[in-house]
Structure formats: structure tokens, C-alpha cells
């Protein structure tokens, strides 16, 4: 049975995230443990899938994240307040499989835990920023686990894609999918950063190549 575990030592914001989830139907979440003590005795006992993880949180640290990445089998999302630099470069190396910041739209955060879980990343448009302004280049990261430096694009992600190659704009992307405008733009971000690109024509040019959409919808298209 699939599980999620919530490692926090802020009991408040742990009661109040898994709350959360249930009422967005993720029921899969187990439990909640405050340090890394509690943690690891959970472990002993259960298996999650995925653990949410502040490890810049009191009792928990980076290594925290190299431990739970060095049982092969667990994904790590973390979810905190800080996104420096430095402590994205140790997460980021560390493994985790996803970057959301405590104070995104909550239901980035939701979409995050769903992508995380399902085996896919997620870094919210915050974490993104930071990723750019600080000039991380994430392929020279000596990740521990190579597989988590992976770049395959989600179904979603896939969709947002056509959507953006067929001409639609973040607000009638956001109608089509049922999701809030900047959870669109989160997946924009995204896209351009697993694409290597910076630009909306560069995304076309992928969807073409990639089957996406039809190269003759532009070859036929009308002038203007």
C-alpha cells in the first residue's frame, strides 16, 4: 500500500499540511514524526514511498536526505521556508526529488506532493528563481543518486507542452486543465528548465520534434 510520511518538527504545520492533503483526497498519508530519531523508528516499521522532509527544520539536516536516498526506494520532497543558495545546492545534491517553499499556493504544494509521489520531480517557482538567480547549474551537481537528475517531462507537463506549442495562453491553459494560472506557470518554469531553454519558440520547436502537435498546423497556418 502506497504511503506518505510528514517529517517536520513544526507539529502545527504537520497537522495542518496533512489535513490538507486528505482534503484534496491524498489519504495515503500515514503519519508524522518531529526529529530524526522518530523518523528512522518509523522506518523500521513502515515503508513510505515518499516523505515530505523540512531538513533545515530542528533535528533534521542534509543528511537526513542522504540517508533516506541511500535506501534506493524512498523519494524525498522537501518542503521548507529556506531557499539559499547554498542549502539548495546540499538539498539538491543530497537527492531530493522535489523543492517547494512552505509559502507557495497550496495547491502547488498539493501538485507537488501528487508529481513527487507518482515518481516525478517538482521544484516550485520560487525554488526555480532561486535556481537561476544563484546560477546553479544543475548537471555539474554530483548528485548522489544519478537517477534523480533525470529530466523526463510528466503526462502533465506533456500536456502544458501542446497546449503552449497550439498557441494557448497560461489563463486558457489554466481553464483547459483545471488548475490555477500559476500552477501553469510553475509548469512553464519547469519545462524550460528540463528543456534547456528560455523561450516560448524553442518549446514549439520541441513539440514538433517531439510529435507533440502537427508540423503542418504551422506550415498551413494563416498569415496574419
Given at each position: 500500500?502506497?504511503?506518505?510520511?510528514?517529517?517536520d518538527s513544526n507539529?502545527?504545520?504537520?497537522?495542518?499540511?496533512?489535513?490538507?492533503?486528505?482534503?484534496?483526497?491524498?489519504?495515503?498519508?500515514?503519519?508524522?514524526?518531529?526529529?530524526?530519531?522518530?523518523?528512522?523508528?518509523?522506518?523500521?516499521?513502515?515503508?513510505?514511498?515518499?516523505?515530505i522532509l523540512d531538513?533545515?527544520?530542528?533535528?533534521?539536516?542534509?543528511?537526513?536526505?542522504?540517508?533516506?536516498?541511500?535506501?534506493?526506494?524512498?523519494?524525498?520532497?522537501?518542503?521548507?521556508?529556506?531557499?539559499?543558495?547554498?542549502?539548495?545546492?546540499?538539498?539538491?545534491?543530497?537527492?531530493?526529488?522535489?523543492?517547494?517553499?512552505?509559502?507557495?499556493?497550496?495547491?502547488?504544494?498539493?501538485?507537488?506532493?501528487?508529481?513527487?509521489?507518482?515518481?516525478?520531480?517538482?521544484?516550485?517557482?520560487?525554488?526555480?528563481?532561486?535556481?537561476?538567480?544563484?546560477?546553479?547549474?544543475?548537471?555539474?551537481?554530483?548528485?548522489?543518486?544519478?537517477?534523480?537528475?533525470?529530466?523526463?517531462?510528466?503526462?502533465?507537463?506533456?500536456?502544458?507542452?501542446?497546449?503552449?506549442?497550439?498557441?494557448?495562453?497560461?489563463?486558457?491553459?489554466?481553464?483547459?486543465?483545471?488548475?490555477?494560472?500559476?500552477?501553469?506557470?510553475?509548469?512553464?518554469?519547469?519545462?524550460?528548465?528540463?528543456?534547456?531553454?528560455?523561450?516560448?519558440?524553442?518549446?514549439?520547436?520541441?513539440?514538433?520534434?517531439?510529435?507533440?502537435?502537427?508540423?503542418?498546423?504551422?506550415?498551413?497556418?494563416?498569415?496574419?
Amino acid at each position: 500500500m502506497s504511503q506518505i510520511l510528514i517529517a517536520d518538527s513544526n507539529q502545527l504545520v504537520a497537522c495542518g499540511l496533512q489535513a490538507t492533503l486528505r482534503s484534496h483526497g491524498l489519504n495515503e498519508v500515514v503519519g508524522q514524526v518531529r526529529n530524526e530519531e522518530e523518523l528512522f523508528g518509523f522506518l523500521s516499521s513502515f515503508s513510505p514511498d515518499l516523505v515530505i522532509l523540512d531538513f533545515v527544520a530542528e533535528g533534521f539536516s542534509v543528511e537526513t536526505v542522504v540517508r533516506l536516498k541511500a535506501s534506493g526506494r524512498i523519494r524525498v520532497l522537501a518542503l521548507t521556508n529556506n531557499q539559499r543558495g547554498s542549502t539548495l545546492v546540499h538539498a539538491l545534491r543530497a537527492g531530493v526529488d522535489g523543492y517547494v517553499k512552505k509559502d507557495c499556493d497550496l495547491q502547488e504544494i498539493v501538485e507537488a506532493v501528487r508529481e513527487v509521489h507518482c515518481g516525478r520531480k517538482f521544484f516550485c517557482s520560487q525554488i526555480l528563481d532561486a535556481i537561476k538567480r544563484e546560477g546553479i547549474n544543475l548537471d555539474s551537481l554530483d548528485v548522489i543518486d544519478p537517477s534523480c537528475a533525470g529530466v523526463s517531462l510528466s503526462k502533465r507537463e506533456l500536456e502544458v507542452i501542446r497546449l503552449i506549442a497550439e498557441g494557448f495562453t497560461n489563463p486558457q491553459i489554466s481553464e483547459k486543465l483545471f488548475v490555477s494560472p500559476h500552477t501553469v506557470t510553475t509548469h512553464r518554469r519547469n519545462i524550460l528548465q528540463k528543456l534547456g531553454v528560455n523561450n516560448t519558440a524553442s518549446v514549439v520547436l520541441y513539440a514538433v520534434q517531439a510529435g507533440l502537435v502537427s508540423p503542418n498546423k504551422f506550415l498551413f497556418a494563416p498569415e496574419h
